[in-house]
């Protein structure tokens, strides 16, 4: 049971748990996971963390079919700038490894934005908190268990 498990339990949110055999030679964690899972990639969203301007760390929910726009998502967390952090950094402040940080039930609350897109679907696929472990549920409900906001931060 992960922390993002836990934390989903805790608050009663309807979810489902997938789980696949990962690959460690998959090029991308994303890709790997809308493959296995046999879902659209419009569906299944990643976990990216941001630094910053102002050395605060935020995090961006976006599609794995895209990439995050820096620009879009420095804007919706109220910064001039966004660049990519340090994987150390998101290690330590999540509490994940890389490939299967989560959204939910990081270490340190972080500022969260989630791609506009999500509320196309009923549900969507985010890290479970593990590689080979997504958690299924609704983006208004992931949006609630991270305080998070939506805008359009996703670049095809």
Do not use: C, W
Not at 11 to 30: D, I, L, M, R
Not at 121 to 144: C, H, P, Q, W, Y
């Amino acid at each position: 049971m992960t922390p993002a498990i836990e934390l989903a339990t805790k608050y009663k949110v309807a979810f489902t748990v997938h789980q696949y055999q990962h690959n460690s030679k998959a090029e991308s964690y994303g890709d790997e996971a809308a493959v296995s899972l046999g879902a659209d990639p419009k569906q299944v969203f990643k976990t990216l963390v941001v630094e910053l301007n102002s050395g605060e760390l935020a995090v961006g929910v976006v599609p794995v079919s895209g990439s995050l726009n820096l620009k879009a998502i420095a804007n919706a967390a109220n910064a001039k700038k966004a660049a990519m952090a340090d994987k150390l950094k998101v290690q330590r402040s999540s509490g994940y490894v890389l490939g299967g940080v989560s959204p939910i039930g990081q270490r340190k609350p972080l500022t969260t934005i989630i791609d506009s897109s999500a509320n196309n679907f009923s549900t969507i696929f985010v890290s479970a908190g593990k590689r080979g472990l997504e958690i299924e549920l609704s983006a208004s409900d992931l949006a609630n268990l991270t305080s998070a906001t939506f805008a359009p931060i996703s670049a095809s």
